[in-house]
């Protein structure tokens, strides 16, 4: 449910829009592991993650934003104030984010 208190006096909005490839732009995080709030991938070599969520830089051996990394997910209105994410077959979710990135997969 959206909190409304943030919200203001504007009710949100969810409506059909262009999905590019039938994908959505709500994705889940399936691996703990390769969770990173900023990335850095050198080519041929590991990710450095400059923050791992707690302010530390480490050396992750694996694809932080691959859509295997991150799969989208089917979104549908669930009503006025909410919404609900199909994570149906994907085991444990680690973390969500929508509209994310900023290329065209």
């Not at 590019?20 to 994705?27: D, M, P, R």
């Amino acid at each position: 449910t959206f909190n409304t208190t943030l919200l203001g006096k504007e009710p949100p909005a969810v409506t059909d829009y262009q999905r590019h490839n039938n994908a959505s732009s709500l994705q889940v995080l399936t691996n703990s592991s390769l969770f990173c709030m900023q990335s850095l991938k050198s080519k041929g070599g590991p990710t450095t993650c400059r923050d791992n969520g707690e302010g530390k830089q480490v050396i992750i051996d694996g694809d932080v934003e691959s859509l295997t990394t991150w799969p989208m997910v089917n979104v549908n209105v669930a009503g006025t104030n909410s919404v609900v994410a199909d994570i149906t077959g994907m085991g444990e979710i680690f973390a969500v984010r929508y509209a994310f990135w900023a290329k065209e997969y």
